[in-house]
């Protein structure tokens, strides 16, 4: 079997094992050097860590201060922590559809969603590559909106040379099968001096020093045994990049011209880290998603589908008070997506023989 992920964090023993000898093992000093070694990695002047990506996203939202009824533009196609936050934070959902070549919300249908009550612009970063920054960016300036960039998938990424999390606050999640992992985790980036000390002092129930609250917080901090776990992998970042975009690269030599395939595209002026290596199977290939899915999991080739459904489309959000008027009909671009999305090995611990095993694989069962 050729997995579609690999947890390997093996190269953390000793520093975890320090934390466990020091007896301090709640949020300290090595959470302190985790924070420092993030920032420099995603090119911003603050990290804060925090226990998970979800709440990374949600205290990125809480400390907007945000009213109820204000809005939150986001991506229909992704992980529904994003949408999970929204709520948390009591804002209200508004969907834009996404595009065909980046996965990412299209920032002309952005322009036609922005109202009044639009107070936040939530582009998802999908699969290791950033949304269309250089429209966003200026659209979000002149509206007046905050940017919270879902970078979750997207450690290491960027656009026109600028990180992924530095172009607004960013949120990163940390979880075992991302790019970075801390088992469980989060990191909120931001070069505002004063939101990160908000955001700093909403992680620890609000509280300033010993009993000194200054807001209604929560208990969001990360352990310096997790802080542990991940530190090694961020030394070692630009390495794990580079064999993720060497079996990207040797994926989409492999497999150009596969009748029916849609191969992922990095567009330009954007670096992919490649969180996933994700095709589109088109109306036109030997076999639907799903038949394709199935034979290479018989083949022993892991594959995952990200994501089945657009993020609304459950009985649990219908009707909901926060997703008002959300309508599968009108998200075309994320529903083809949704119907055609199939995620294919490319992690770093892949061999060039185990890639071109998923390369044959993929091209037999396809017949071509
Ligand atoms: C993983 C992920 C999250 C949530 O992160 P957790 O650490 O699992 O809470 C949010 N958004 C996207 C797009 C993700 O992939």
Redesign the pocket.
Known sequence: MIPITVVDVRDAESLVVEVLRSGAIAQGPMVKRFEETFAGVAGAKHAVAVN??????VASLQALDLQPGDEVITSPF??V??LN?ILEAGATAKFVDIRRDDFAIDPDAVAAAITPRTKVLMP?H?YGQTADMGKLVPLAAEHNLAIVE?S??AVGAAFDGKRAGSFGTG?F???AT?NVTTA???VITTDDDDLADRLRVLRNQGMRARYQYEMAGHNYRMTDLHAAVGIPQLEKLDELTAARQRNAKRLSEGLAGTLGLDLPQVLPGRDHVWHQYTVLVGPHAFLSRDELAAALTEKGIGNGIYYPKIVFDYDCYSGHPLVPGANVADFPVAAAAASQALSLPVHQHLTEEQVDTVINTVREVLGT
């Open positions: 998970n990506g979800t709440t990374a996203l992704t992980f922590a994003t936050a998802v999908l879902d979750a998938q949120c999640s940390l979880y991302k469980e985790g989060g």
